[in-house]
């Protein structure tokens, strides 16, 4: 890490005291038996997902993506509230570990599946810790001080926005014997560590933006990191799966997967890989779905384009990738539009037509389109309400979600049934959900039209 960059960054009297609550937190927790601190951070988990009603619809969202073909509604949400009891509880247990003596540590470890690195290690090179966000995984940075043959060990790192708690975090990793390597190294960096036969943990199972890779996650298409892709492609290191779940309350198992198996032709092509590494963490995540930190959002919708697919995806890639078996789905609010309006119908057929995952559903009172799947009537002469509700129990009654609303009313007169519709985000012509992106391209007069609309929304006109 840059010294450089430590130096430039300038603590801020929260960044102190927030830094002292933290270290305040670690003491008080030190004497308390790692049991009871797992229990008393489960009973915090539960009241965060009645004090933070956003991110118990983030998890049950992505819930319902991963498992609802599979579960229930009421499985669905017996598994969120596990899932908060879990992430409190690892995230109290990770902070409690930072003051244990690493036999201690150790001894409340069950590790399973060392023989895989055994029969993955190669002479020349080290090994790609491929992990994800599940159990009590801070612990998984200190994973070489629990499992024998690790050493070198190295993790990619990102700094937090503390510059003290960031210090305090670096000095402890670096004092196990750890290596950080963040975007300031470079990329060169970790690579010669793992040709030098190191081990390179790298957490990637989370949204990684218009820079990652386009691939099917769980079924869906969603942007993953290419990372150890490029790090496999490089230095030939395997690219190993590590899982971490919870035993019983301060006791967990780390399992050590067989390497991820990738051929010549798919080592050239990160897209594959990556697809590879998606697949590995479908399988981890599914040994124990309530460690897993479902907070995130796995398939967040863009706010200035989202329907433009996140992530790289090459159209050599597109036929070589498995299918997304789950759609991009989308609500069209029509309003009181005619049946006979040509241009509502051309614009959906286009937005049919712009990504092969993408399924339609349309909302009013006379359009029907060949290229929706399923059309909700709407009574103008009803209250808002009974149209929104006809909405609402839509989108709860299907195993996915919906993705998003698009308002294709010049008035925006949807804008009250979607908002009491639930459905999120929404995008509009007019009123609340006029985005930005919107907004710059209506500045062409030529565009202040449906066809500008979708283009506003991430369809390019080049693209039909």
């Known amino acids: 890490m840059s010294e450089s960059n430590d130096n430039a960054r300038q603590a801020t009297l929260g960044n102190y005291i927030s830094y002292g609550i933290y270290r305040g937190f670690e003491r008080l927790l030190k004497p308390i038996p790692m049991e009871l601190v797992c229990v008393i951070g489960g009973g915090i988990g539960t009241l965060g997902s009645y004090l933070l009603p956003s991110r118990r619809k983030m998890v049950i969202r992505n819930l ?17 509230r596990k899932v908060f009891w879990r992430s409190g509880a690892n995230f109290l247990s990770a902070i409690r570990a930072n003051t244990m003596k690493p036999d201690d540590l150790h001894k409340r470890m069950e590790i399973v599946g060392t023989e895989n690195l055994e029969a993955a290690r190669t002479p020349d090179t080290g090994f790609i810790l491929l992990l994800a966000h599940m159990g009590s995984w801070e612990i998984l940075v200190q994973m070489h001080l629990i499992v024998e043959g690790l050493l070198p060990f190295g993790g990619l790192y990102r700094p937090l926005g503390n510059p003290l708690l960031d210090k305090l975090v670096k000095r402890r990793r670096q004092k196990t014997g750890t290596k950080l390597f963040s975007r300031a190294d470079g990329f060169f960096t ?59 309350h301060g006791r967990w198992r780390v399992v050590v997967h067989p390497a991820i198996e990738i051929s010549d032709d798919e080592k050239t092509n990160a897209a594959l890989t990556t697809s590879l590494c998606a697949q590995a963490f479908e399988r981890m995540m599914s040994i124990s779905p309530a460690d897993v930190l479902w907070m995130h959002g796995y398939w967040k919708v863009g706010t200035k384009r989202p329907l433009k697919i996140d992530g790289v995806l090459k159209k050599k890639n597109a036929s070589r990738l498995a299918p997304a078996t789950k759609p ?67 989108n709860r ?37 006029y985005s930005r992106s919107t907004a710059i391209t209506f500045k062409d007069p030529e565009k202040r039209n449906l066809a500008g609309f979708l283009e506003s929304l991430g369809i390019n006109a080049e693209a039909d």
């Not at 319902?64 to 969120?80: T, V």
């Not at 390179?200 to 298409?221: C, E, H, I, T, Y």
């Not at 609500?331 to 006979?340: H, K, Q």
């Open 190 to 248: 970790p690579i010669a560590h793992l040709k030098e036969g190191g081990t390179l943990g790298a957490f990637s199972d989370q949204n990684a933006g218009s820079s990652g890779m386009s691939v099917p996650f769980f079924g869906k298409r969603a942007s993953m990191t290419n990372l150890p892709s490029l790090l496999h492609r490089r230095t030939g290191a395997p690219i190993i799966p590590v899982s971490m779940e919870t035993v019983s």
């Open 328 to 394: 991009f789905k989308v609500l069209v609010f029509t309003g009181t539009e005619s049946e006979e309006s040509d241009e509502i119908l051309e614009q959906i057929h286009r937005l049919k037509n712009y990504r092969d995952d993408i399924e339609i559903t349309v909302a009013g009172e006379s359009i029907v389109s060949p290229d929706a799947v399923h059309h909700i009537t709407m009574d103008p002469s009803e209250p808002p309400h009974i149209v929104a509700h006809k909405i609402l129990n839509y």
């Open 64 to 80: 319902r993506i991963a498992y609802g073909e599979q579960l229930s509604r009421n499985e669905i949400h017996s598994l969120c």
């Open 397 to 433: 009654e299907m195993t996915t979600p919906l993705d998003c609303a698009i308002d294709f009313t010049q008035d925006a007169s949807g804008e009250n049934i979607l908002k009491l519709s639930e459905v999120k985000p929404v995008f509009a012509m007019s009123g609340a959900h």
